[in-house]
């Protein structure tokens, strides 16, 4: 499953910012996921309680927030925001719209414990 790699990268890089910034216990997790990026967030918060046992984030609450996709109009140069690949143009009704934005996932806020 697609989703317990993205829930195992995102414990590793959790622990890689407990060593630089010190931390021993996360308690929650806000995540910003890009409406493009293909994520299935029920099934990462299903992968994330079991990518997190015996982690420092083990019993951690995750917050998953989307984030609307951004895209430039290739025919009349609007920037337009959207939640698919597949839309047309609000202006001008092309199909030619360049996503710019809105694949990433991001880590928004860690709430910590010393
Ligand atoms: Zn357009």
Redesign the pocket.
Known sequence: MHELSIAESLIEMIEENALTHDFKKVIKITLEIGVLAGIEKSALLFCFDAAAKNSLAEGAELVIQDKLAKGI??????P?ITSSWYEP??????M??KIIDGEQMIIKSLQVEN
């Not at 143009?89 to 092309?94: L, T």
């Open positions: 109009c290739q025919h009349c140069h609007q337009i143009c609000r202006f001008c009704g092309q030619r719209i």
